[in-house]
């Protein structure tokens, strides 16, 4: 007899749950466009894409390459610490599509911390309906230091990284990639490390690799819970005090005349404003301009306009004096 068999015969049980990937990474180091590679090369793959912003107008939603309902769109504000509700309810309304998902894809603002929705995702009741299968931080290799931005949120995006996407590296000497990479093996030990110009990566590297911890997070949720038992499941995170960065969006049905936005980039942006993007419509062009500023780049292409032209731009950045941005841009108007 065989007294090893277990006598419970193995099922062939699917995994558990709608594999989720978490998408981080500071302000503009390149979320957007590795999940506009992701939609692009997922074949035949459902994937339902939750995004969420720091501004008030959607500027992501109109940058991805697929705007069907495959495309579920979070209210603005900082995921972290806004939307755990929010969050719950969005994944929610994936699960009871008819049509089945086969994965979702999150892309956090540039200041999210990512505890709060890891643990949204394997601390409450989502835990058994989803899998949270890694959190992939982008890392702009050509901006980032030791230093972190001086943001708590920017640590704590590669600590709790599984994998780490060390993105713009045409931008950036072997040498600096090299020293960050050294860095980063410090702050986040164990981490897949990936290195990526544009986001271009194998997806099979970087979807259902199966590299989150979810047992090291629950413990963490059962201690913080014991330690907080008075408070009812509310992640709080005060990194938008901490890291004082703020958004300023402007909106206008009139165009800006190119010459005034020139001079109001070249003169008037100060290097408070780290990022900042948008959807711009100029008198003298018949074309939609998709403005992209990171730290201390900046790029416009031109496309079709699609639907009536309007003027969108989302400024983000430290000590902004909103009013006076606004009258500068205002004046840029035609
Ligand atoms: N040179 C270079 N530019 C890149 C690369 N990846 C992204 N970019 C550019 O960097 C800018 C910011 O990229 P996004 O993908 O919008 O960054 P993001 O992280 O989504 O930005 P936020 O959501 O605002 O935090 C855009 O102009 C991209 O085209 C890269 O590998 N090399």
Known sequence: ????????????????????????????????????QILKNKHDLKVAVLVN??????????????LDEDMVELSNG??????????????????????????????????????????????????????????????????????????EAALKQVAFADIVLLNKTDLTPPEQIEELESYIRTVKVGARMLRSQYGEVPLPLILDVELTDEAAYQEYESAAEEHHHHEHHHHHSDHLQNDGFISVS????????????????????????????????FAESEARHVFQLSGPRYDLNQEDWLEPPKTQLVLIGR????????????????
């Open 1 to 36: 007899m065989n007294t090893t068999s277990n006598p419970i015969p193995e099922l062939d049980l699917p995994k558990r749950g709608m594999p989720v990937t978490i998408i981080t990474g500071f302000l503009g180091s390149g979320k957007t466009t590795l999940l506009n």
């Open 53 to 66: 912003e720091f501004g008030d107008i959607n500027i992501d939603s109109q940058l991805l390459v697929s």
């Open 78 to 151: 900082c995921i972290c610490c806004t939307i755990n509700d929010g969050l719950v309810d969005a994944v929610y309304r994936i699960l009871e599509r008819q049509e089945k998902i086969d994965y979702l894809v999150i892309e956090t603002t540039g200041i999210a911390d990512p505890l709060p929705i890891i643990l949204t995702f394997v601390g409450t009741e989502l835990r058994d309906l989803t899998r949270l299968d890694s959190v992939l931080t982008l890392v702009d290799t050509s901006t980032f230091t030791p230093d972190h931005f001086d943001s």
């Open 250 to 281: 402007f909106e206008s049905d009139r165009p800006f005349a190119v010459k005034k936005f020139e001079t109001f980039l070249t003169e008037k942006v100060s290097t408070s404003i780290f990022r900042a993007k948008g959807i711009l419509w």
């Open 319 to 334: 000590n902004l004096d909103p009013a006076q941005i606004k009258a500068q841009l205002a004046d840029c108007l035609v």
